[in-house]
């Protein structure tokens, strides 16, 4: 088709060549070369790595740890304390958000404004909040009955750990089901589709497809909420749970040390974040993704 003397022919693209040809003329475009990887040894990385060592250095040389002995064992069932707190409550809380994600999306209402309703004020409330309420709070009101005092429950009940264990769980589920929300909405309609024609029920449908496409898009989320997740836990040593951040603060009670044990504790929730951000990577590395 022409129109003043001008070539309007569509445009066409060689795949093989990599150009684009408008009209009788080849427009060549560069070949797209992906970024390298930035190496640790450039001035600025050379320059951080060699200041962190010389912290590291002044805080071994001009610092007291003639106290680190006597308390390694006591750290080392804190940093027990705190990962079996993280890891249960991350667990049983992501089991709670992904139906509490999954009905604010398929509804029925019924379902869906209790679940809104529970993110929202769960979300909208300090978390310190929630487990004070939940240890002085209801942990009296069960001692104020008998019964309760009298059942099997009662030796549990009277501990602090059920009542972090609850807090830190309500308010990971919480925060988590946003995620899965936006996580199974992102999904597209068309896998969904493709798999009722496939044949597949409902359930194998949300077991084979729905769940793992929105997992997978919810994963790099999950990681940050999990290292979130992990720096709550101190919380629990306001109800007297000894994690490792109350085996500290004994530590400087018994030593009148403030730098070196903040700087410990500063060095090991490095390292366990460190580890939660590299297993996170693997296990996204290890997922199959569609590639141009």
């Not at 009788?24 to 992906?34: K, T």
């Not at 750990?161 to 999904?187: D, H, N, Q």
């Not at 070196?260 to 590395?285: H, M, N, S």
Request: charged share 15%.
């Amino acid at each position: 088709m022409t129109g003043g003397g001008v070539d309007l022919k569509p445009a066409q693209a060689d795949a093989e060549g990599g150009s684009l040809i408008l009209g009788d003329e080849a427009l060549i475009l560069p070949a797209y070369v992906p970024p390298k990887a930035r190496s640790l040894l450039e001035p600025h990385r050379l320059f951080l790595m060699a200041v962190f060592a010389l912290l590291v250095f002044c805080a071994i040389w001009f610092m007291r740890w003639d106290w680190l002995p006597k308390y390694a064992l006591r750290l080392v069932a804190g940093i027990w304390q705190t990962l079996l707190m993280l890891f249960s409550t991350a667990i049983v809380g992501f089991l709670f958000a992904v139906p509490i994600g999954l009905v604010q999306v398929t509804g029925p209402r019924l379902l869906a404004w209790p679940a809104k309703i529970f993110c929202t004020v769960i979300r909208g409330t300090p978390l310190l909040l929630q487990l004070w309420l939940l240890y002085y709070g209801l942990g009296s009101i069960f001692a104020q009955y008998p019964e309760i005092r009298s059942s099997f429950l009662w030796p549990y009940l009277r501990q602090a750990w059920p009542y972090g264990f609850a807090a830190l769980t309500i308010s990971f589920a919480a925060y988590e089901a946003e995620v899965m929300r936006g996580a199974f909405a992102g999904v597209p309609r068309g896998e969904l589709e493709a798999a009722r024609a496939f044949g597949m029920g409902r359930f194998t449908m949300f077991r084979r497809i729905w769940l793992p496409r929105a997992i997978h898009r919810a994963l790099p989320t999950l990681n940050g909420e999990t290292v979130l997740q992990l720096k709550s836990t101190p919380l629990v040593a306001t109800i007297t749970v000894i994690d490792v951040y109350a085996v500290v603060s004994r530590i400087r009670q018994d030593t009148y040390l403030t730098y070196e044990p903040l700087l410990l504790l500063a060095l090991i929730y490095i390292c366990l974040t460190g580890g939660l951000v590299a297993a996170f990577r693997f296990f996204e590395r290890r997922i199959p993704t569609r590639r141009a």
